[in-house]
């Protein structure tokens, strides 16, 4: 079975430093790794993905991750925090197949602070 | 280009009504899905289906119902409203093609409170 640990519910960094939200997951098959970013009374939206290939992943809005096989991690990363940025992150796994199950962490709140 | 289109947006139902939740994509996706989201729980996903005319249960279909019967459309009903259906609901929906790896494409939302 698939599953997803998000580490720290709520992240609060200052305007300007570095970014990081930590993703763990637990799959029998190689996964296929998501983060989405839900902006407040918004549905989710793909901010980046691992599937195959180079495993430092780059997305939308400056954000990258990297996937660590040997670590089981998949932590979501951007050098520079803006306000814009505020938003609540998921972290999600998938191992594809006929029926494309998506198990989704518990979710990290970003707060930045000016 | 829509993409996937829920309504309503928001609703407030008395204890032990009923309502329909409607979802509709223009993507020509197979794969349709309805979640649940609950403050600090993440998403939990309630059904999905493979295609027109199929549907299954996922971590928590009870309480709930869905039909399919176009690629388009896949509504979710809820019989006989109960407090603990208080939520906001996601429809979303994926693609076999493209390497079949499970990207969801979601909807904005639909905020149900039952009173």
């Known amino acids: 079975a698939q599953s997803v640990t998000q580490l720290g519910s709520h992240v609060s960094v200052s305007e300007g430093a570095l970014v990081l939200l930590r993703c763990n997951y637990s799959?029998?098959?190689?996964?296929?790794l998501f983060w989405y970013v839900q902006y407040p009374n918004q549905g989710l939206q793909l901010l980046l993905k691992?599937?195959?290939?180079?495993?430092l992943v780059k997305g939308i809005n400056g954000f990258e991750a990297e996937f660590k096989k040997s670590e089981t991690s998949f932590h979501l990363t951007k050098p520079s925090a803006h306000m814009s940025d505020a938003a609540e992150y998921f972290c999600?796994?998938?191992?594809?197949?006929?029926?494309?199950?998506?198990?989704f962490g518990i979710g990290t709140k970003l707060q930045v602070i000016p | 280009n829509a993409g996937v289109t829920q309504t309503p947006k928001f609703r407030i139902l008395k204890i032990g009504q009923s309502m329909t939740l409607q979802c509709t994509q223009d993507?020509?996706?197979?794969?349709m899905y309805w979640y649940r989201q609950d403050p600090g729980m993440g998403l939990k996903l309630i059904y999905y289906?493979?295609?027109?005319?199929?549907?299954d249960k996922g971590e928590v279909p009870n309480g709930y119902n869905v039909s399919r019967s176009t690629t388009e459309d896949f509504p979710l009903r809820l019989e006989l409203a109960a407090p603990s259906q208080t939520s906001v609901y996601f429809c979303?929906?994926?693609?076999?093609?493209?390497?079949?790896?499970?990207?969801?494409?979601f909807g904005e939302g639909s905020r149900l409170t039952v009173l």
């Open positions: 979303a929906s994926s693609s076999t093609s493209g390497g079949n790896t499970g990207e969801l494409f």
């Open positions: 799959s029998s098959v190689p996964p296929y």
């Open positions: 691992y599937t195959t290939g180079a495993t």
């Open positions: 999600a796994v998938s191992e594809g197949g006929g029926y494309q199950k998506v198990t």
């Open positions: 993507m020509n996706h197979n794969y």
């Open positions: 289906s493979v295609g027109a005319g199929i549907t």
